[in-house]
């Protein structure tokens, strides 16, 4: 008579729940996973030293490989500048009604770059990254920030050559420059925010890098870089009631004309946008704020794929 074995049946997986659970107990997470807005702000203000000391050394290495150096830091925005005043200035005569053209020109030139290359950089700040991003464990929005600090750095530089421009064009020193420190502020988080919002477009679909060119170049041309807009409002009185507002409440023209307030004397506060420090700095929180929380919720999808 054949003895019949009793085989225990086969044990089931363990439940995704429990599973989850003896990791939660144990201390396990998620790799890779998304932390708090809370823990994430404490996470980038912990490194806010490597933040510092890359963009530093960005900078640095920028020009690295040129003659001249770190020289064209300056030269960069003066000979675009020289352009411009060649082509607007003389051949479309911009200048014409303009007081202090050559100032006016200046500052909206080197304030425009820092906008311009903050955003061209932060599209790029991930995609272009790649290889950092997949070896540490860092927030990604260092990288988009320290891009924008590196460009202040270099619009602090070419600062120093609009203060020697400013001076030998006549303008005098006056108490109204300190207010160039606020409206730097302003436009910083305006351009970091941004820069996050095109970084996590960018790490998506890093074709949109070769697009932008062209978009800032238009953006440009829209913000009063070269011309005045209030001066180009009055040529053209059949334009709509609604044109010159919008123009000047319009993000890049509202920090360039806060600097060239503050700046220039002959740049008078009738020109400016009413209410245009309560525009610049919700301009600043939409972007600075905004921007933040949508590179935050893409966070663990950094670098994959």
């Known amino acids: 008579m054949s003895q019949v074995l009793d085989t225990p049946p086969p044990t089931s997986a363990p439940a995704e729940d429990d599973l989850a659970a003896l990791a939660a107990h144990h201390g396990l997470s998620v790799s890779g996973a998304r932390p708090s807005l809370p823990e994430y702000i404490r996470q980038l203000w912990a490194r806010r030293h490597f933040i510092a000391a890359f963009s530093t050394a960005k900078l640095t290495s920028q020009y690295s490989q040129a003659k001249l150096g770190q020289v064209w830091q300056v030269m960069n925005p003066l000979l675009n500048a020289a352009v411009y005043f060649l082509i607007f200035g003389v051949l479309l005569g911009t200048k014409k009604g303009v007081p202090d053209y050559v100032p006016f020109l200046v500052t909206g030139v080197f304030i425009w770059t820092f906008t311009q290359s903050s955003i061209l950089a932060g599209t790029r700040a991930i995609s272009g990254n790649l290889g950092l991003v997949r070896a540490l464990h860092f927030p990604r929005a260092a990288l988009p920030i320290s891009f924008c600090l590196q460009q202040l750095q270099q619009l602090l530089?070419?600062?120093c050559a609009l203060v020697v421009i400013l001076l030998c064009f006549g303008v005098p020193v006056s108490a109204s420059w300190v207010l160039a420190?606020?409206?730097?502020?302003?436009?910083?988080?305006?351009?970091?925010?941004?820069?996050?919002?095109?970084?996590?477009?960018?790490?998506?679909?890093?074709?949109?890098?070769?697009?932008?060119?062209?978009v800032l170049r238009t953006w440009m041309y829209v913000s009063g870089v070269m011309w005045s807009i209030e001066h180009l409002a009055a040529k053209h009185h059949n334009w709509p009631s609604w044109v010159v507002p919008v123009l000047q409440a319009n993000p890049a023209a509202v920090y360039i004309d806060l600097m060239?307030?503050?700046?220039?004397?002959?740049?008078?506060?009738?020109?400016?946008?009413?209410?245009?420090?309560?525009?610049a700095t919700g301009w600043a929180l939409l972007a600075g704020v905004g921007g933040f929380i949508y590179f935050w919720k893409a966070e663990e999808t950094y670098g994959r794929g």
């Open 157 to 159: 530089f070419s600062m």
């Open 260 to 279: 060239r307030y503050a700046l220039i004397d002959s740049f008078h506060s009738s020109q400016l946008p009413h209410h245009v420090w309560l525009i």
């Open 181 to 214: 420190i606020p409206a730097l502020v302003l436009q910083f988080t305006f351009n970091a925010g941004v820069s996050m919002i095109m970084a996590r477009f960018g790490a998506k679909t890093p074709d949109i890098a070769q697009l932008m060119p062209f």
